[in-house]
């Protein structure tokens, strides 16, 4: 069983990575993808893709203070005989008495790979099996 280190990071890379193809995509000139069609289906999704965003601004920058933005990042890692679960915990960044939201990490990054595969099949470009 991985340590709850082990957990975290592999936590890090895969909630950084998901959101970072945002980045990818829009950068990408062979793909007809300008930045606010990226963006705005981030905006679309915010229980997955723009959950991803708010770990990855709140793991790079330690502090959000935008207004609008959210805190999220990992608040439990539970261990049991199946391996471990991780929930992720958000809230508006300007309400720090307010209880974060929990949501399980493992159901989150399969609706934002769903997301990201429903986007990519909108714009016509093809998804890697």
Do not use: C
Request: net charge negative; hydrophobic share 35%.
């Amino acid at each position: 069983m991985l340590g709850n280190v082990d957990v975290e990071q592999t936590v890090h890379s895969l909630f950084l990575g998901l959101y970072h193809l945002y980045d990818w995509l829009h950068q990408d000139s062979a793909l007809p993808l300008p930045e606010p069609t990226v963006k705005a289906w981030i905006n679309e999704n915010p229980d997955s893709l723009g959950l991803f965003r708010d770990y990855a601004n709140t793991w790079k920058h330690m502090k959000r203070n935008q207004s609008g933005s959210r805190i999220a990042q990992i608040i439990r890692i539970e261990s049991g005989s199946n391996g471990q679960k991780v929930m992720i915990g958000y809230r508006p960044w300007d309400q720090p008495n307010q209880p974060m939201t929990e949501v399980d990490g493992l159901a989150a990054a399969e609706q934002s790979e769903q997301d990201w595969h429903d986007f990519l099949k909108m714009h016509g470009i093809s998804v890697p099996s």
